[in-house]
């Protein structure tokens, strides 16, 4: 047992509340002060899931005016913070219970870590002196180690006068330099701890330059842009730290100012409409194996890219260089090199590595030769009318482009809707076809390609921009969060799911390889009724065989904004194994 449940109280410092000679001592507690030490720092809003120890906790900040959104299963609400995260630049919190709740969030502060989301789980812990111990507490674990691993920082929190220093450290490792998940531990006895409030309003912090600029150093800046100088065959690559950085006007002005093509990553998408004349999105296949100079803003060359090497960039082999050089623009100074060699690696954060290129570069920087952006615009005149060609063609049943030709209308005429999209083919054909047209709309499945965050992100992107939220789902990837519809209903969201339901994961026709009765592990209940689902809790569903039933149905979701759930009834022969990543796949490589 500690001795801290009551503390003498510290001298008065300034900006202590109410607290005079003559009135009457008062006290706060631990759960109070985390309530406030939030506050503070502008977090009002948690996702999370109630009990022992923190149900208190969440009826407490929803008391104290803070919105508390409650999820079904941890892990959702844990995406729903990440996510929250990369869309306000403030840390999303998820609040869970210890063990197995910790657990279940845990997946999504790994995920947030590696895509860069700035995030805080805040999970209720056992006693340490028990934990310590291995003496068998109730949902007893050393969460804090386990955590570290995958967070970028982790704190635990013993007593009621440190609250505010582990909220502030918190709040500064998930916001600055390279944002990522940062998990605090509260143990259940810290909440009940007493002490004087004014002495416990003294020891909060209002985080100061949380996420403070970095600027570049001049020479890597001129660097930089020296090498674009040279370059005959540039190429922008914009990935989802440019969308995170915020600084949407100069980004489009580099772009427009050098006039060099660009291509956006998936949650880029939009950052520059998609139907920008240097967008090269339709000619990707072709720029990147001709690019001599690419310049990557807030991407890194992971396998989304291919590591940078190998045939799709133009290289000998499959491990072999292409003749790219590079520049990297990114807040890690450890990013560069990773893969291939940067010659130009510009570190700062996005908003003041751009508006520094923007100066050096001044008014007269030449145009890539016509040649090049000739010769993209022919790529992609020919690709989008191959495209438009299939988009036309109406088969029954629906084909995912068929579908997708539906969709791609609806967005484009509600340029302001969130979209979330996951699945396989509904991911890969969805991000190709669905145009956006602004900056920050498109969220989706991030550098891990993991399925799941469907539900979680249709609830953070409704609660946090307060637009209509359009889902497009691979009735696999909808399975692993689809309890959250309730969750959906509950909290009356905007949010219209559209599942292109193909009876299984990829594809809906396999059969058991070993002739068995069962089914293969690939594939679902045929004709699955999954708009009942959201009937079951109030919203609307809707069954849908042919594009003009899906127009409909999503239009009268969007005018009601009603939680709709329509299941599109897709071919199940119309998936590939993997989507466009079978390359990936070990035993597709044997074939
Ligand atoms: P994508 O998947 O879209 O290619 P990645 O997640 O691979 O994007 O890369 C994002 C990169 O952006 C990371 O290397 C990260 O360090 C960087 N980053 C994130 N925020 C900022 C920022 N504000 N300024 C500069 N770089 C940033
Ligand atoms: C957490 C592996 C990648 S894509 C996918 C799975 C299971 C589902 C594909 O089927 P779906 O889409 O959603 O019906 P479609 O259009 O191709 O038919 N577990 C996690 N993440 C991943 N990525 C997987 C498994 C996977």
Not at 308 to 326: E, L, Y
Not at 535 to 544: L, P, S
């Amino acid at each position: 047992m500690n001795d801290h449940a009551v503390k003498p109280a510290p001298a008065p410092a300034t900006g202590a509340a109410h607290h005079g000679a003559s009135a009457p001592a008062q006290e706060t507690d631990g759960f109070q002060l985390v309530i406030d030490a939030l506050k503070l720092n502008g977090i009002d809003t948690i996702y999370g899931l109630p009990g022992i120890p923190i149900t208190d906790l969440a009826r407490r900040m929803q008391k104290n005016g803070m919105r508390v959104i409650s999820f079904r299963h941890e892990q959702n609400a844990g995406y729903a913070a990440s996510i929250a995260g990369f869309l306000t630049q403030k840390p999303g919190i998820c609040l869970t219970v210890s063990a197995p709740g910790f657990l279940n969030g845990l997946t999504a502060l790994a995920h947030a870590t590696t895509n860069c989301f700035p995030m805080i789980l805040i999970s209720g812990s056992s006693e340490r002196e028990v934990v310590d111990l291995q003496q068998g507490d109730y949902e007893e674990m050393d969460q804090l180690a386990i955590a570290k691993p995958v967070a970028k920082a982790a704190f635990r929190v013993l007593h009621a006068e440190d609250i505010g220093v582990g909220v502030a450290r918190a709040i500064r490792a998930a916001v600055s330099g390279r944002p990522g998940g940062v998990y605090l531990d509260l143990p259940a006895k810290l909440f009940p701890q007493a002490m004087d409030a004014a002495a416990g309003a003294a020891s909060l912090i209002k985080v100061v330059d949380a996420a403070p600029k970095q600027i570049p150093a001049h020479d890597a800046v001129k660097r930089a842009v020296d090498l674009l100088r040279s370059a005959k065959k540039p190429l922008i690559i914009l990935g989802k730290g440019a969308a995170y950085a915020q600084a949407d006007a100069d980004i489009r002005a580099l772009v427009e100012r050098t006039g060099i093509p660009y291509l956006p990553m998936s949650m880029a998408k939009g950052l520059l409409p998609d139907t920008h004349e240097q967008c090269a999105s339709a000619a990707r296949s072709f720029v990147l194996p001709e690019a001599d100079v690419v310049m990557l803003v807030g991407a890194r060359l992971n396998w989304l890219l291919s590591q940078g090497k190998g045939k799709t960039w133009g290289g000998a082999t499959a491990k072999s260089w292409g003749r790219q050089r590079f520049v990297q623009v990114d807040i890690s100074p450890q990013e560069a090199d990773s893969n291939v060699r940067i010659e130009a690696p510009l570190v700062g954060d996005i908003g003041s590595c751009v508006a520094a290129m923007l100066k050096e570069i001044g008014p007269d920087f030449a145009k890539p030769p016509s040649d090049w952006t000739g010769a993209i615009a022919e790529r992609k005149a020919k690709n989008v009318a191959k495209m438009a060609e299939t988009l036309a063609k109406n088969p029954s049943p629906m084909s995912f482009q068929s579908a997708l030709g539906v969709v791609r209308d609806i967005v484009k005429a509600n340029p302001d809707a969130m979209l979330v999209n996951e699945g396989a083919n509904a991911l890969d054909f969805t991000r190709s076809i669905v145009d956006m047209m602004k900056p920050r709309r498109r969220i989706d499945v991030g550098t891990w390609g993991i399925m799941g965050i469907g539900m979680g992100y249709c609830v953070a992107a409704a609660v946090v921009t307060g637009q209509q939220v359009i889902a497009v789902e691979g009735d696999s990837a909808f399975g692993f969060s689809g309890m959250e519809t309730e969750t959906i209903c509950r909290y009356g969201l905007p949010v219209c799911i559209v599942i292109l339901n193909n009876n299984g994961v990829y594809r809906g026709d396999e059969k058991n390889a070993g002739g068995g009765a069962d089914p293969s592990p690939l594939v679902f209940v045929k004709d699955a009724r999954y708009e009942k689902m959201m009937e079951a809790f109030g919203g609307v569903g809707v069954h849908v065989k042919t594009p003009d039933e899906l127009r409909r149905a999503m239009e009268e979701a969007i005018r009601s904004r009603r939680p709709t759930l329509i299941n599109a009834v897709i071919d199940e022969g119309g998936g590939t194994e993997s989507g466009r990543i079978t390359n990936l796949n070990p035993t597709a490589k044997k074939k």
